[in-house]
């Protein structure tokens, strides 16, 4: 019973704050984090390169609540195996909410250097002088030099003594993005509202279980007040006749966004889970305008189909088989369509005409932002499942979107 209680207890890492900890071999990142943590939850060695991977730790940490720690390589790690490493560091950025930059003086050229990849990815930052217990004297002149270099704010810590570190963890709370705030129904719902959920529970839904967005959506609508009421699609001329009055707003699978759009009655918004996380999680505007894409589609054409999931195919998988049919009745079975999961994404996109994307709710927004920009620094169009299935089966204009 423990177990069941703490996997379903638990916040999902992707709507966890992602703070990650960069800097060479040998400054303490490792210990940085154990500090933080209270917890040895990184492996301390004196040897360099001992931390290879990123180590990835879901936390609670107060002020900033549920978060997730990353551990990374030294990114002055070399030969072809560092330079493996030093890559699969890189690629963190992309996932990062907040970067510590960790030094311990000696050096500034490489974090300079890495301090340009933040700036550049947009990642808000903050600097740790680690090892300051090793100083005579508290070093305010190296600070000044470090913040003058770096361009970020400078917090002397000592993991070993554990100074400093509320006045780090301060400062993160304050580097926090103001969408670790955001509703996930938007304006879409307030208190008070009466809200359908039209959950069909296919062979996706895991068992015993429902999928991560109705869960996430479920909790969005009790925090704000609202009244929830759950139904499959068969059930949903029942749902309807229990109600006094019509729901505000429904919320359904996009797989069945036609069926539930004929059966809805006409004071009822209408829209899907997929389109709630594609607001949540990316450009909302860009994916309603890139879907406009899949009318200039042909039969020569190249679609990406991205799934965040990396589960085994399954009967009727929406990404592996229901989008691609709907995109090839209307195209031809000569449309070439790719499909990638996971964190497997091509960095070159030039080929491609449309990018179709999960609503990416095992992602955090930072990482799904990074794909999005991504799209546009190739000049190719993305847009999202519910996007994609409401845009083919003309109705959305009938969706209702967040804000």
Same mark, same amino acid.
């Given at each position: 019973?423990a177990e069941?209680?703490?996997?379903f207890?638990?916040?999902?890492?992707?709507?966890r704050?992602?703070?990650?900890?960069?800097?060479?071999r040998?400054?303490?990142?490792?210990?940085?984090?154990?500090?933080l943590t209270?917890?040895?939850?990184?492996? *301390?060695? &004196?040897?360099?390169?001992?931390? @290879?991977?990123? /180590? #990835? =730790?879901?936390?609670? +940490?107060?002020? !900033?609540?549920?978060?997730?720690?990353?551990?990374?390589?030294?990114?002055?790690d070399?030969?072809? *195996?560092? &330079?493996?490493?030093?890559?699969? @560091?890189?690629? /963190? #950025? =992309?996932?990062?909410? +907040?970067?510590? !930059?960790?030094t311990?003086?000696?050096?500034?050229?490489d974090?300079?250097?890495?301090?340009?990849?933040?700036?550049q990815?947009?990642?808000?930052?903050?600097?740790?002088?680690? =090892?300051?217990?090793?100083?005579e004297?508290?070093?305010?002149?190296l600070?000044?030099?470090?913040?003058?270099?770096?361009?970020?704010?400078?917090?002397?810590?000592?993991?070993?003594?554990?100074?400093?570190?509320?006045?780090?963890?301060q400062?993160?709370?304050?580097?926090?993005?103001?969408?670790?705030?955001?509703?996930?129904?938007?304006?879409l719902?307030?208190?008070g509202?009466?809200?359908?959920?039209?959950?069909?529970?296919?062979?996706?839904?895991?068992?015993?279980?429902?999928?991560l967005?109705?869960?996430?959506?479920?909790?969005?609508?009790?925090?704000?007040?609202?009244?929830?009421?759950?139904?499959?699609?068969?059930d949903?001329?029942?749902?309807?006749?229990?109600?006094?009055?019509?729901?505000q707003?429904?919320?359904?699978?996009?797989?069945?966004?036609?069926?539930?759009?004929?059966?809805?009655?006409?004071?009822?918004?209408?829209?899907?889970?997929?389109?709630?996380?594609?607001?949540?999680k990316?450009?909302?505007?860009?994916?309603v305008?890139?879907a406009?894409?899949?009318?200039?589609?042909?039969?020569?054409?190249?679609?990406?189909?991205?799934?965040?999931?990396?589960?085994?195919?399954?009967?009727?998988?929406?990404?592996r088989?229901?989008i691609?049919?709907?995109?090839?009745?209307?195209?031809?079975?000569?449309?070439?369509?790719?499909?990638?999961?996971?964190k497997?994404?091509p960095?070159?996109l030039?080929?491609?005409?449309?990018?179709?994307?999960?609503?990416?709710?095992?992602?955090?927004?930072?990482?799904?932002?990074?794909?999005?920009?991504?799209?546009?620094?190739?000049?190719?169009?993305?847009?999202?499942?519910?996007?994609?299935?409401?845009?083919?089966?003309?109705?959305?204009?009938?969706?209702?979107?967040?804000?």
């Amino acid at each position: 019973m423990a177990e069941r209680e703490n996997i379903f207890n638990r916040t999902p890492q992707s709507e966890r704050l992602h703070i990650a900890l960069f800097g060479r071999r040998n400054v303490g990142k490792s210990s940085l984090i154990n500090a933080l943590t209270g917890q040895q939850i990184a492996l *301390v060695s &004196d040897v360099p390169g001992t931390t @290879t991977d990123p /180590v #990835i =730790k879901s936390m609670e +940490i107060l002020p !900033l609540g549920p978060c997730v720690l990353i551990d990374t390589a030294g990114f002055d790690d070399s030969g072809k *195996v560092g &330079d493996l490493r030093t890559e699969r @560091t890189r690629e /963190v #950025i =992309k996932q990062t909410d +907040i970067a510590i !930059l960790v030094t311990d003086g000696t050096s500034l050229d490489d974090e300079a250097a890495w301090a340009g990849l933040l700036k550049q990815a947009d990642v808000p930052y903050v600097t740790v002088l680690n =090892k300051t217990d090793l100083f005579e004297d508290k070093p305010s002149t190296l600070l000044n030099d470090i913040a003058k270099r770096l361009g970020c704010e400078v917090i002397a810590v000592s993991a070993l003594q554990g100074t400093g570190l509320d006045s780090l963890r301060q400062t993160l709370a304050k580097l926090m993005p103001d969408h670790e705030k955001q509703s996930l129904t938007g304006n879409l719902a307030n208190a008070g509202d009466t809200v359908l959920l039209v959950m069909p529970q296919d062979p996706q839904a895991p068992k015993g279980r429902l999928i991560l967005p109705q869960v996430q959506t479920l909790r969005d609508l009790m925090d704000k007040g609202c009244i929830a009421v759950c139904c499959t699609t068969q059930d949903i001329d029942r749902a309807l006749a229990s109600l006094h009055e019509p729901p505000q707003l429904i919320i359904t699978d996009s797989q069945v966004f036609d069926i539930v759009e004929q059966k809805k009655p006409a004071e009822s918004r209408l829209t899907s889970f997929s389109v709630l996380m594609a607001a949540h999680k990316g450009d909302i505007n860009y994916f309603v305008e890139s879907a406009k894409a899949i009318n200039t589609l042909t039969e020569q054409s190249r679609v990406l189909i991205a799934e965040a999931c990396t589960h085994a195919p399954l009967a009727e998988d929406i990404g592996r088989v229901k989008i691609p049919r709907l995109l090839r009745q209307r195209m031809g079975e000569g449309l070439q369509i790719d499909i990638v999961a996971g964190k497997d994404f091509p960095e070159d996109l030039k080929g491609y005409d449309l990018v179709i994307h999960c609503g990416g709710c095992m992602f955090n927004r930072r990482f799904m932002l990074s794909r999005l920009e991504q799209c546009r620094a190739h000049g190719v169009p993305m847009t999202n499942y519910g996007i994609t299935i409401a845009h083919i089966k003309g109705i959305l204009d009938k969706v209702s979107l967040p804000f």
